[in-house]
Nanobody, 124 residues
Framework: QVQLVESGGGLVQAGGSLRLSCVVS????????MGWFRQAPGKEREFVAA????????YYADSVKGRFTISRDNAKNTVYLQMNSLKPEDTAVYYC?????????????????WGPGTQVTVSS
């Protein structure tokens, strides 16, 4: 059974930075493409960033492009989301997801496993 656990969320002022981590256990990490999604109160879950199994392909939502960076360390079974220049509208619960297709995808339906989420709050 695959388990994902996010960490690194918290409260930060606008303009600040956070780095989220997601550790995957239970299966060979390199089999999976990884994605980050977020959900703000009263809103639907939205795509943030994705990375292929090798790390060679990445995608970003337009709203975070240039500010967020997704990366992975297959030796540590970990995917990261470096978030810089944070804005109040980035406030949400952030979820990491693992997909069996190995290719990066913006669609949540292509991911098989999800973590419980970590709260990110950006104050103005």
């Amino acid at each position: 059974q695959v388990q994902l656990v996010e960490s690194g969320g918290g409260l930060v002022q606008a303009g600040g930075s956070l780095r989220l981590s997601c550790v995957v256990s239970g299966r060979t990490f390199s089999r999976y493409a990884m994605g980050w999604f977020r959900q703000a109160p009263g809103k639907e879950r939205e795509f943030v960033a994705a990375i292929s199994w090798s790390g060679g392909t990445t995608y970003y939502a337009d709203s975070v492009k240039g500010r967020f960076t997704i990366s992975r360390d297959n030796a540590k079974n970990t995917v990261y989301l470096q978030m810089n220049s944070l804005k109040p509208e980035d406030t949400a619960v952030y979820y990491c997801a693992a997909g069996g297709l190995r290719i990066a995808s913006k669609s949540g339906s292509t991911y098989d496993y999800w973590g419980p989420g970590t709260q990110v709050t950006v104050s103005s």
